[in-house]
């Protein structure tokens, strides 16, 4: 077995991988660009190595930097994760070339199941299913034409040198087959250099089903079971689970036969990946074969037990595999969600940003997650944007799906937009919670799974908690400031609203993506420390105590509640009852005078420090211009002018502290 290995890849694959070496006393080697100097895969592994500039392709992608990293470290063998080189028949050769064991499957596999139109020819002399169609070398179109006619519509053109959902049409009659036809070959030959076409039976509402298989070098090959992955979009994978629903025993060993005779055909070593297209009646036919450990393996493992990266060195390092075929079962339902820094109400826009709060849901038997990231750190537009991958594990599907659900409802990212939401619709929605499952889902339940702002109204209790939480951190906020001050029982530092005339009120502004709210909190002197929150005309009693990481135990009405309210910016992020809201709080400091009349001063909305003037007394200013700032709820605010004028004089001097309401500054506007 190997002493020492480098992973060329990052993110959260490359802590899987450091993780699985670390438990076998593997000693382990990260490459990181510079932009990855801080990442988690770098600080998990034993030694690092810089391999250059951010963009992939200077660094990640860069097969020498990799080679001369193992050769500078003494690292035996390169894990290539997923992506990047790890189907790169080229550096697979490099490796071996330099005396450094690839851990994947031979070179010729690599370029034999890389080529499409190679791989089904391969498939179809190993007996493996295609789906009934023409792939034959004859492109001129009235032959073509009467092999649509012969496979019968609707049929599906495809380009031989696409992939991934490129350059196929979709003809229902062979009326529009010729031009169908000679527009698919236009724009194959504009996009892939290449009009060859192949005609095959157009699979209505098919499903992704994929064999795991496992080869090693001693002429063993076996098959892990199924993964289903028919929750895609644009032929992303979103969800994927194991086993398959619905799949019978005797289907699950034709597949598995199918894959294992496949992975023989080519002579394959390692972990590969053999997908499949189905139809709704179950009949299967080779779609392509993924020459790499699959983003998706964790849910195998889940249902066996088994480590495929575990595996993956010991075949690497010449050794049989670990089990048979007879050996292996399958035990519960496993389901697995790409967690991304992506906005789904945008069109899945990537995001980026600090990952301000980061809080994953607790591990166990029945929860994992794969990340490469922790809070603070940055989701850079550099890579793409996973953040993690969560997989639940129960006894059977529906229990899987309601740990799923739990898990991603604990799941509280603040910071950067992430697809939770998303994905805990999708969890829910009635087609996937009955496993009525294609590739088409995501279309097909659009107008649940995209409710829009409207269908994404907070409810009540999310606008009292969000409103509590900014009235509980000023209170902390004076406390804490109390006791750094050199004279912490000062009247001046408390923040229970005292006023001469009777309790203050205070006015909490929120903004949520569907409408604008203001809650009165009127501060309840005595008692509990509690308040009386008024919200769209209704009081409710509330009272709680905030920590520093915004979890909130509050009291709303009598009702305990236990939630988190986190404010990145002016974000607020409230996690509660399994979902989570953002609202912006609005600083009415920021947007003080803006109001009414300009004339007259400024006065402070709510207690805080000065920490600056930005004007001379006397000065001439312009609407907007910054007069202010003061420190409040560990944030910085500044007034701007409510319009041109003159600003008089200033009432107080920089680290004076000021009450709410407080009178800031003389201004007189310009007539
Ligand atoms: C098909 C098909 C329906 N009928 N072939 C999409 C990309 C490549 N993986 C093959 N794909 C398809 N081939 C026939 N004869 C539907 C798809 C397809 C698809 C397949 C698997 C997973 C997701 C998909 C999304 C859209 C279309």
Not at 17 to 40: M, N, P, Q
Not at 488 to 511: F, K, M, T, V
Not at 585 to 608: K, N, R, S, Y
Request: aromatic share 6%; net charge negative; proline share 5%.
């Amino acid at each position: 077995m190997f002493t020492k290995i480098l992973i060329a890849n990052r993110g959260e694959i490359a802590c899987r991988v450091i993780k699985t070496a670390r438990r076998l006393g593997i000693r382990t080697v990260a490459v990181y660009s510079e932009a990855d100097a801080g990442a988690r895969h770098v600080r998990l592994a034993d030694e690092a190595v810089c391999i250059g500039p951010a963009a992939a392709r200077e660094s990640y992608l860069v097969g020498d930097k990799i080679i001369a990293a193992c050769k500078a470290t003494g690292a035996q063998a390169v894990h290539p994760g997923y992506g990047f080189l790890s189907e790169n028949e080229e550096f697979a050769e490099r490796c071996a070339a330099a005396g450094i064991v690839f851990i994947g499957p031979p070179v010729a596999a690599i370029r034999a199941m890389g080529l499409k139109s190679e791989s089904k020819k391969l498939m179809d002399k190993a007996g493996v299913p295609l789906t009934p169609g023409y792939h034959g070398d004859n492109q001129e179109p009235g032959f073509l034409r009467e092999q649509a006619d012969q496979i019968g519509y609707p049929v599906l053109i495809k380009a031989s040198a696409g992939g991934g959902g490129k350059g196929m049409r979709a003809v229902w009659q062979g009326e529009e087959f010729a031009a169908a036809l000679a527009s698919c070959q236009r724009e194959a030959a504009s996009a892939f250099g290449d009009d060859h076409v192949l005609i095959e039976k157009y699979l209505q509402r098919p499903r992704h089903i994929e064999i795991q298989v496992f080869g090693d070098t001693h002429g063993n090959c076996v098959y892990l079971f199924e993964r289903d992955c028919s929750v895609q979009r644009r032929h992303q994978k979103v969800l994927e689970e194991a086993p398959a629903p619905g799949m019978t025993p005797e289907r699950r060993a034709a597949m598995g036969k199918a894959a294992v005779d496949a992975a023989k055909a080519v002579g394959y070593v390692g972990a590969g990946t053999v997908e499949f297209i189905v139809n709704q009646d179950g009949t299967f036919y080779f779609m392509e074969m993924n020459t790499r450990l699959q983003v998706e393996h964790p849910v195998t493992e889940m249902i066996t037990g088994l480590d495929l990266v575990e595996w993956q060195l010991k075949v690497a390092a010449g050794e049989p595999l670990p089990l048979a075929q007879e050996q292996l079962a399958i035990r519960g339902h496993a389901l697995e969600a790409r967690i991304y820094a992506e906005d789904a109400a945008k069109g899945f826009l990537p995001a980026t940003g600090r990952l301000l709060h980061l809080a994953p849901p607790a591990e166990s038997l029945n929860v994992r997650v794969d990340t490469g990231v922790e809070q603070d750190d940055e989701i850079t537009p550099h890579y793409d944007p996973m953040i993690a991958k969560l997989i639940v594990w129960d006894e059977n599907r529906e229990r899987a799906l309601a740990r799923m659900l739990q898990a991603l409802a604990d799941y509280r990212i603040a910071g950067v937009t992430s697809n939770v939401a998303f994905l805990a619709r999708l969890v829910a929605c009635p087609s996937f919670a009955r496993a009525d499952l294609d590739t088409g889902l995501i279309e097909r339940e659009h107008d649940f799974l995209f409710p829009g702002a409207a269908g994404n109204e907070p409810p009540r209790d999310a606008w009292l908690l969000a409103a509590l939480a900014e009235l509980l951190r000023d209170r902390n906020y004076g406390q804490a400031h109390a006791a750094a001050s050199g004279d912490p029982h000062s009247p001046w530092h408390l923040r229970d609203g005292w006023r001469a005339n009777g309790a203050a009120r205070r006015e909490i502004l929120l903004r949520a993506d569907c409408c604008e709210k203001r809650v009165t909190a009127a501060y309840q002197p005595g008692g509990n420390g509690g308040f009386r929150l008024e919200l769209d005309g209704q009081a409710a009693l509330a009272a709680g105590q905030l920590n520093d990481d915004g979890n909130l135990r509050a009291d709303l009405d009598g009702r305990r509640l236990t939630v988190t309210v986190v404010a990145a910016g002016e974000k607020r992020h409230v996690f509660c009852d399994g979902m989570s809201f953002i609202f912006a709080a609005i600083d009415p400091l920021f947007h003080a005078g803006e109001g009414g009349g300009a004339e007259g001063g400024l006065t402070a909305p709510m207690p805080g420090k000065v920490i600056a003037l930005l004007a001379e007394a006397g000065a001439r200013v312009e609407k907007g211009a910054p007069l202010i700032v003061l420190e409040a709820m560990k944030m910085e605010h500044t007034l701007v002018a409510p319009a041109a004028g003159t600003v008089k004089a200033f009432c107080y001097a920089v680290g004076e502290q000021v009450a709410d309401g407080a009178e800031l500054l003389e201004f007189e506007p310009t007539t």
